[in-house]
């Protein structure tokens, strides 16, 4: 890799040789942090993109020297200065509901405690489903990456991404059997459009139900799934 | 020869009209504060639309549709009632025939106006109504899209045609632009949600004063006055001497703006609402009518569309509720609260009152990609006459495509010479001792 493209990569990957990197989810509504994950930060904002049926956010790379803020205490956390943060010279405040990435100077977090508006009971409630909704997301988004990487037989990722429609609807697809989707596009398909912890976990124990009814999978990758998930499996015996 | 007192109903100074850059050097301290307001609000449309002074390099006044009605501090409706008021008004013109075409972005005023139709009208009356919207506008609510929207209406790709394809079509295109209007501009969630930056720019004797101010931008015991320093900053360009000294000019603009209406502006978040719900009211109201319709003359591109929130009872109510906590309390998390609580009473979605946030949705149905002709030619639009002629300043060599345009139009040498003087005359009348 040449000298000036590495330098320009190593602005996004800037721990890489030690273990404290940081990626977390911003909500400009509340103005605080909802997530932080010290894993992968490509997942963190597939999380986010999950998130943004719910709510706006904006993934931030945290800078390395600030290891105050955690996946714990994240909440209490809001930015200082976000005149910087633009797309397309829009505030990144008002811009779009979809998610980007972004890099925040190491001087530029803010302890800030419970946001004003949300300090009634209610309002404190509905920060808890938020961030428990959250965790909840990005322990599933992992859960169906990893899934979906391993289990490529059930990736219909490529010729969705790559292949014209045309030769998508000529052949019939081993997966056609039990979904139009993948299986794992499906889970994140209820994650995008559940409303709570509850129906989601309803949803996605159908959807696998169904998949060992059909023998469409294994019962061992349905409890490895939960595994990655940090779960409970809810089918220990079929 | 144009009248030098000829009248305009809208005008814009876009800054992608090099027009603008290459008059700034003969204009008067004035004139070049005034081309210079689009670096910090960009573009820049602004004009009074009551008596309060607001004066421009030229003589422009808002048609009649626009007008500010008389404040009448009596008036008590709620929110509710008058939302649900006007979508009778809607309700009636269903049952009189007409067809409407609802521009649904997905954001929190065309998403209130949906709200309005969909709990006022009945199944078969709703099948005289449209969904105009693209697939960002999904992507804002796709909840709401799911169970209230896919399946159930005629819906037209916004992205594929201007209101004029609407019009054409038979149908009432109904907007819901002026809902920022009703509550106080974004320009004020963009300070507020950066209160504790533009206050560490402050001196540091007054920053712990300042601070205590920060959940006080609706109350009705702080004048925005308090805040006077912090605004300068706000509106300054940049850092330097002449951004700052342009800061102070935009707030000074403002400040005589309030001091001469007739309505109450007190608190923080009074000043950003009359902000839009005066100076800037018109950019919101005509911006369809003037960039989104071409084949048909402006007049009747006014006219023809149903401008939601310009109803007279959100005017009247937008007047009365100031600093009550329904327009917003403390933070941007409430911005809209009396919209949210209606909206929320229709779908039951907390995830949406609680945390959606204001975005700039207009941009998820003004995309227009197929019809970028008359982009290019409105770009060069720098006003409309009160007879409902265009204006334009073209650049050298680069002739306006008036294909398909069926309004009044000129783009002589004369216009150029006319807004070139009118830049260089233009003084500095609003500075309060």
């Known amino acids: ?25 911003y909500c400009q509504q509340i103005d605080r942090f909802i997530l932080v994950d010290d894993y992968d930060y490509w997942i963190t904002f597939k999380t986010a993109n999950v998130l943004s049926s719910k709510v706006a956010v904006t993934v931030y790379l945290l800078p390395s020297k ?39 100077e190491s001087n530029n977090l803010l302890e800030s405690g419970i946001p004003e508006d949300y300090k009634s009971p209610e309002g404190v409630h509905n920060l808890i489903k938020l ?35 045309s030769w998508n609807d000529m052949f019939f697809s081993y997966e056609d059997k039990f979904n139009e989707r993948s299986l794992y596009n499906e889970i994140n398909s209820i994650l995008y459009y559940s409303e709570s912890i509850e129906e989601a976990s309803s949803r996605i124990m159908n959807v696998f139900y169904q998949a060992l009814n059909d023998k469409n999978i294994t019962l061992a990758k349905v409890k490895w799934f939960y595994a990655l998930a940090n779960e409970e499996n809810p089918f220990p015996e079929i | 020869m144009i009248d030098e007192n000829q009248l305009f109903y809208f005008s814009s100074i876009d800054p992608k009209n090099k027009f603008w850059q ?9 004139g070049k504060f005034y081309i210079d307001i689009t670096k910090r609000l960009n573009p820049h449309r602004f004009c009074s639309r009551d008596s309060s002074e ?21 008036f008590n409706k709620t929110f509710e009632e008058v939302t649900d008021e006007h979508a009778y008004t809607i309700k009636s013109g269903v049952q009189a ?3 409407y075409a609802l521009m649904y972005s997905g954001g929190m005023d065309s998403t209130c106006t ?14 005289s109504v449209a969904i105009c919207c693209s697939i960002h506008s999904i992507i804002e609510n796709p909840i709401f899209w799911k169970k209230h929207l896919d399946g159930k209406f005629k819906i037209f790709d916004s992205n594929e045609h201007l209101y004029e394809d609407y019009i054409n079509m038979g149908y009432t295109p109904i907007t819901s632009d002026e809902g920022d209007c009703i509550f106080g501009t974004s320009i004020g969630l963009q300070l507020y949600h950066n209160y504790d930056y533009y206050v560490s720019l402050q001196h540091s004797s007054v920053q712990d004063n300042l601070l205590k101010l920060k959940y006080k931008i609706s109350d009705s015991s702080v004048h925005y006055t308090a805040y006077k320093d912090i605004l300068i900053r706000y509106f300054s360009f940049d850092e330097t ?78 007047m009365v509720n100031n600093n009550n906590g329904m327009k917003i309390r403390n933070t941007i998390s409430s911005y809209k609260q009396v919209q949210r609580e209606y909206i929320r009473d229709f779908d039951k979605n907390d995830w949406y009152f609680f945390f959606k946030t204001k975005l700039e949705s207009l941009n998820n149905l003004n995309l227009r990609g197929k019809n970028n002709d008359y982009k290019k030619m409105m770009k060069y639009m720098v006003g409309v006459t009160d007879n409902y002629e265009y204006f334009c300043i073209p650049e050298e060599g680069e002739p306006i495509d008036q294909t398909g345009y069926k309004g009044k139009y000129r783009e002589d040498k004369e216009v150029k010479e006319f807004y070139e003087e009118k830049m260089i005359n233009f003084k500095l009348d609003w500075l309060n001792d």
């Open chain 2, 241 to 318: 001497e002449e951004g700052l000294k342009f800061g102070k000019l935009l707030y000074e603009k403002y400040h005589r703006n309030i001091l001469t209406c007739t309505v109450p502006v007190y608190s923080l978040h009074d000043f950003f609402w009359w902000l839009i719900f005066n100076v800037k009211y018109i950019n919101c109201s005509l911006r369809g009518a003037a960039y989104y319709s071409g084949s048909i003359e402006f007049e009747k591109a006014m006219n023809s569309i149903e401008n939601w929130f310009n109803a007279p009872g959100y005017q009247y109510w937008s």
């Open chain 1, 66 to 104: 600030n290891n105050n803020i955690d996946n714990g205490n994240c909440m209490n956390y809001s930015i200082f200065n976000k005149t910087a943060f633009k797309r397309s010279n829009v505030a990144e405040l008002i811009r779009n509901q979809n998610p980007s990435i972004r890099k925040l």
């Open chain 1, 131 to 165: 961030k428990n909704y959250a965790d909840f997301v990005n322990k599933f988004v992992y859960a169906t990456e990893i899934s979906n990487s391993k289990n490529t037989i059930d990736n219909k990722t490529i010729p969705n991404s790559f292949f014209a429609e």
């Open chain 2, 97 to 99: 025939g007409k067809k």
């Open chain 2, 22 to 30: 290459n008059v700034h050097p003969k204009a008067s301290e004035a």
């Open chain 1, 1 to 25: 890799m040449d000298r000036k493209r590495k330098s320009v990569i190593d602005t996004y990957y800037y721990n890489r040789d030690n273990s404290s990197k940081k990626n977390a989810i």
């Open chain 2, 54 to 74: 607001w004066s421009m390099p030229w003589n422009q006044t808002v048609p009649d549709k626009f007008k500010m009605l008389d404040y009448d501090p009596n």
């Open chain 2, 114 to 127: 949906t709200v309005a139709l969909l709990k006022n009208l009945t199944k078969e009356e709703l099948k």
